[in-house]
């Protein structure tokens, strides 16, 4: 295993996020500093440049790194070494079981860093409820709880603990025990020469601080640094006109759903997804498809002309059954040589997709998804009903489309109605600018799982008139697509219309019609 990945660590070289970093600590001689992934040591030496005599404990797990550090500071009695897993060290344990021990912590932690089942299974335990495989989240709980009352903490982490699922308890561990200062938001192209599998990383400040205090403070977030050099602007508080700040109450993000950071939209939109008492959730069950464990062996295309990464080989024809739903017992696989069949599967346009993907559904086939080991045959109730597909890779524009009585795989979520009388609205709602909005802001991660459309807040029409109305526009819309094969650009416009009325409304219905 490379070195990288066993440690993760990328050792920070912008001279304009170490300034911002140390200005952020606001430490002085008298304070004692932990360092938790020193690597080469470029905080040690911004610290050290401000306050010569500071004390400084510096951790690293990879023997080399701390080699060097006490070659580099072996004139520097107040500089500490210790080659040891801050995560796993008896004595920070101690530290923490006295409430903290340091005035400041200052870092950038490793991201995914490889850990051994073993190691992996005593994290389980030693931090109950923490997504454990995902390092950076266990610096950062682990570090907070070594700072003392009214210690600071200034780290550089991926901007995934704002809004994703397995980072909720973290989330109401940092919004509970902390003030957060300020969020600094930067593309990880900042950090020349390194791939960090992250699109967007964060400056984190928080002080340690009580519940009370916490939930009384206001979060400054900022973003919109086109290049390294706009920190320098953040650092001495000068054109922040030209960036996109916001202030949000700590108490409001800590009351939001899931505790996220809901910060693409504005107020009113955040109102929306916090305040409706309605949800696709509520309306639709929201799952994912099958596995073959093998796409190359059980999928075919339907020509050259399919985007085909996999690729997977042109379907034969004679081979296609499209009258599948004469069968009896489909789920257990249909016999003869016409055996594969039409699958949702993958992109495809708003509201109706094409037949360009086939799947073997033989009996053998049918086997294999059940018993190998690779395969998934989940949520085999949904197939071959009505239903609306989203695409699993998220993009800038959400597409959903219908799923026709048809099977999908684990590239589309499957959103079916509990009530089939929904589901053409639904699928306008899908395909909206205010979706579309409300999605890019509940979920800032590539993939549009179940459980972030779960979330999306549904407002229903007072009157049946209107549901029938977005009916009738979806039918036209699937006529006109018949026809042209394309969308009609002024039935979407009006479709956007009528529910960015809706949602807008100054009172929010927000129970299901009866």
């Given amino acids: 295993m490379e070195e990288k990945n066993l440690y993760s660590s990328y050792y920070t070289k912008s001279e304009f996020i170490t300034d911002y970093m140390i200005k952020q600590l606001d430490f002085d001689e008298a304070h004692s500093i932990l360092e938790p992934s020193a690597g080469d040591g470029v905080f040690i030496?911004?610290?050290?440049?401000?306050?010569?005599?500071v004390d400084i404990t510096a951790y690293d797990l990879n023997p080399q790194a701390i080699q060097i550090l006490e070659d580099k500071y072996k004139d520097f009695s107040n500089v500490k070494t210790v080659e040891g897993d801050t995560l796993l060290d008896s004595e920070l344990d101690i530290k923490v079981m006295m409430n903290g021990d340091y005035d400041r912590i200052i870092g950038n932690p490793p991201y995914g860093a490889w850990q051994d089942y073993e190691k992996r299974a005593n994290l389980k335990n030693l931090y109950p409820g923490f997504y454990v495989k995902e390092t950076y989240a266990l610096f950062l709980l682990r570090c907070i709880s070594l700072l003392k009352e009214n210690g600071k903490l200034s780290f550089i982490i991926p901007d995934t603990f704002m809004n994703l699922h397995m980072h909720n308890k973290l989330r109401e561990y940092i919004l509970l025990n902390t003030k957060i200062l300020e969020i600094l938001m930067i593309p990880s192209k900042f950090f020349p020469g390194v791939n960090f599998g992250y699109s967007n990383l964060t400056i984190i400040t928080v002080e340690k601080s009580?519940?009370?205090k916490a939930l009384s403070n206001t979060i400054r977030i900022i973003n919109g640094l086109k290049k390294v050099a706009n920190i320098e602007d953040i650092t001495n508080s000068t054109n922040l006109e030209k960036y996109n700040v916001i202030d949000i109450p700590q108490k409001?993000?800590?009351?939001?759903i899931d505790m996220a950071f809901l910060i693409k939209?504005?107020?009113?939109?955040?109102?929306?997804?916090n305040g409706s008492t309605l949800t696709l959730g509520d309306l639709a069950d929201c799952v994912t498809g099958l596995y073959t464990g093998n796409n190359k062996a059980y999928f075919k295309a339907l020509n050259t002309k399919v985007r085909n990464p996999t690729k997977c080989e042109i379907v034969d024809e004679n081979l296609v059954e499209y009258d599948y739903l004469r069968h009896n017992n489909l789920l257990d696989g249909i016999e003869g040589d016409k055996h594969f069949i039409p699958v949702t599967k993958g992109n495809a346009e708003m509201y109706q997709r094409k037949n360009e993907w086939f799947i073997d559904w033989g009996k053998e086939a049918i086997n294999h998804y059940r018993?190998?080991?690779k395969a998934r045959l989940q949520n085999a109730k949904y197939y071959f009903k009505k239903?609306?597909?989203?695409?699993?890779?998220?993009s800038s524009k959400i597409k959903a489309n219908l799923i026709n009585n048809q099977v999908f795989d684990q590239s589309v979520v499957g959103i079916f109605p509990k009530e089939e009388k929904y589901i053409y609205f639904l699928l306008a709602l899908l395909n909206s600018e205010i979706v579309n909005t409300i999605i890019q802001t509940i979920n800032h991660t590539a993939n549009n799982s179940a459980n972030y459309l779960k979330k999306i807040p549904v407002v229903l029409p007072n009157n049946e008139n209107d549901i029938e109305r977005v009916n009738s526009l979806v039918e036209d819309m699937f006529r006109h697509i018949e026809r042209t094969n394309t969308i009609d650009l002024e039935i979407q416009k009006e479709l956007d219309n009528f529910f960015n009325a809706l949602y807008h409304s100054e009172k929010l219905p927000t129970?299901?019609?009866i």
């Fill in 45 to 53: 030496d911004a610290l050290l440049a401000k306050h010569p005599q």
């Fill in 265 to 273: 939209a504005g107020s009113e939109i955040r109102g929306l997804i």
């Fill in 210 to 212: 009580s519940k009370n």
């Fill in 252 to 256: 409001e993000v800590f009351e939001s």
């Fill in 371 to 373: 018993t190998d080991k």
């Fill in 511 to 513: 129970q299901v019609l």
């Fill in 387 to 394: 239903g609306i597909a989203v695409p699993m890779v998220k």
